[in-house]
């Protein structure tokens, strides 16, 4: 009788230590455990659903700024592929769509990031 809770002892303890390992990441590199480690990682990585952690597409929409009174940033998406000469009447109108009210562009302005990407428009109207 003692062999046989001996062998689930060290069976169980076996099974701990292999879970220790692998949650600490134990492993040296190029042994095939952690290779099984890293394919199950990545396979998390791009096999998850989106609705998991509510990852959704930005949907593109203009919203004001609360510091400055008429002025409202606009994402990058509402004006590609408008040539720059018509970027302000296309910004009144979805100005005007979206807050039901006629206002007129007074400046339209890029806002890049230090890798100089497109990051928006900040604009300027009065009604």
Known sequence: MPDTHLR???YTGGVFTGLKRVLLWDYPRASWQYDVIVIALLLFVFLTPREWFRD???????SAISLMPGSYWLEPELLNGVPDDQRAARASQ??????KNHQKVTQLQPIYNSEQELQGFIVFARP
């Not at 959704?56 to 203009?62: A, F, K, N, V």
């Not at 979805?94 to 807050?99: G, K, M, P, S, V």
């Open 8 to 10: 689930r002892f060290v």
């Open 56 to 62: 959704q597409p930005r949907t593109p929409q203009s």
């Open 94 to 99: 979805i100005l005007q769509a979206r807050y």
